[in-house]
């Protein structure tokens, strides 16, 4: 079982700490660093950035399908915005004809869906993944702009390619904002996709992302009411109010809705003092924030209260 503390931060905000550990990591004595947001004038127009026209064609199709240890995984292709054809992996329970909640889920830079049907790797994709279905979960898993079947987008090239002093530089590279901005949109499309799916419940849709997938997260929460929980693990600071993509942001409109964070307490992509002060502004009491032993990337102790939070809640 796991140990929860309850701690008392600043202005007697409440953050609920579990860790498997014997021990909690100490934590408690580092304050909640000052983190920017915009205004809702601004954070409107960056808001702007995530929208997408609805009404074009989805041409979803199942392109594979394998059963395997009683659940089936279907992959599945659909049109997004800007005309990118997305690939995904939906996964469920064979057996289970009646409608499914089912949760999206999100991978880090450099990674791809195929991550979550890896045990033990950095995102303890497989980990998750297995916990929730045995859950009764449905999963869906979709490769980012650029990333696992995505890659011709850049040219074939990996997202992380440095080039060789002196080689000319490459044309047709996507930035990381203009990268984070198109697969929120995509997931978007992609609870499109599932409403039209009728073994699964779309009215209790969950997301969980790790790193780059935690940040998208946030975005993705914050300008998609359909999602109705969120855990957001490892997520990087964005210490730039300006930035689309800075977390901070798009928490004012996360609302009532429940958000979990997990953070590694010697995580240098995110200290401990932003991590904390980023989660003061979703000021919701359904929200909460968790600290485990280690970087960015954790180990899988982090992987029950996620599965714990999820099944609560949705």
Known sequence: ??????????????????????????????????????????TQAILRFYDYDRTIPLEARIVEKKEKDGFTREKIVFRSVQGFLVPGYLQYDSAESSPRP??????????????????????????????????????????????????SQNDFAPVNHYQEE??????????????????????????????????IDAKRIGALGYSMGGTQTHLLTGVEPRVKVAVAVATPAERSKWSPIAPQNFL???????????????????????????????????????FFEGG???????????????????
């Open 1 to 42: 079982m796991s140990v929860r503390l309850l701690i008392i931060l600043g202005m007697a905000a409440f953050v609920c700490i579990r860790s498997t550990w014997a021990e909690a990591p100490v934590v408690n004595e580092v304050e909640a660093a000052d983190v920017e947001r915009l205004g809702e004038e601004a």
């Open 166 to 199: 002196g080689e000319s530089p490459r044309k047709g590279y996507f930035t990381q904002e203009e990268i984070y901005i198109q697969t929120t949109r995509d997931y978007r499309r992609a609870i499109d996709f599932l409403e039209t799916r009728p073994d």
């Open 296 to 314: 960015h990337r954790l180990s899988s102790a982090w992987v029950p209260d996620a599965i714990e939070w999820i099944g609560d809640h949705l």
């Open 102 to 151: 089912c949760v999206l889920l999100l991978h880090g830079w450099s990674g791809s869906k195929e991550h979550w049907w890896i045990d033990d790797n950095y995102i303890s994709g497989g980990n998750v993944r297995k916990a929730l279905l045995s859950e009764g979960f449905a999963v869906f898993a979709l490769d980012a702009q650029c990333h696992g079947d995505r890659i």
């Open 252 to 290: 004012r409109g996360i609302g009532q809705r429940p958000f979990l964070t997990i953070v590694g307490t010697s995580d240098t992509m995110c200290p401990v003092p932003h991590a904390r002060g980023r989660f003061s502004l979703i000021g919701n009491s359904l929200s909460d924030q968790r």
